[in-house]
């Protein structure tokens, strides 16, 4: 995966959990899918690191 790629999935990510985050409070709260969301930003973002520190080709999960 590259630099630009790796980055534009780490900003979705970021939407994604930001939107179940304000959620929080609302009958339509998963705390499950608002979990979930926040541990695909923190794998989006290693995996964004380890592109720009020339990793290359390093899958969605960073491992």
């Known amino acids: 995966m ?3 790629e790796a980055a534009r999935r780490y900003v ?3 939407r994604m959990a930001a ?3 304000r959620k929080a409070g ?3 709260y998963d705390h499950r899918a608002h ?3 926040v541990e695909f930003e923190r794998k989006a ?9 020339g990793g290359g080709d ?6």
């Open 26 to 28: 609302t009958p339509d």
């Open 45 to 53: 973002a290693e995996a964004l690191a380890a592109a720009q520190a």
């Open 35 to 37: 979990d979930r969301a």
């Open 19 to 21: 939107a179940e985050a």
């Open 12 to 14: 979705e990510a970021g």
């Open 58 to 63: 390093v899958g969605a999960g960073g491992r």
């Open 2 to 4: 590259d630099e630009q």
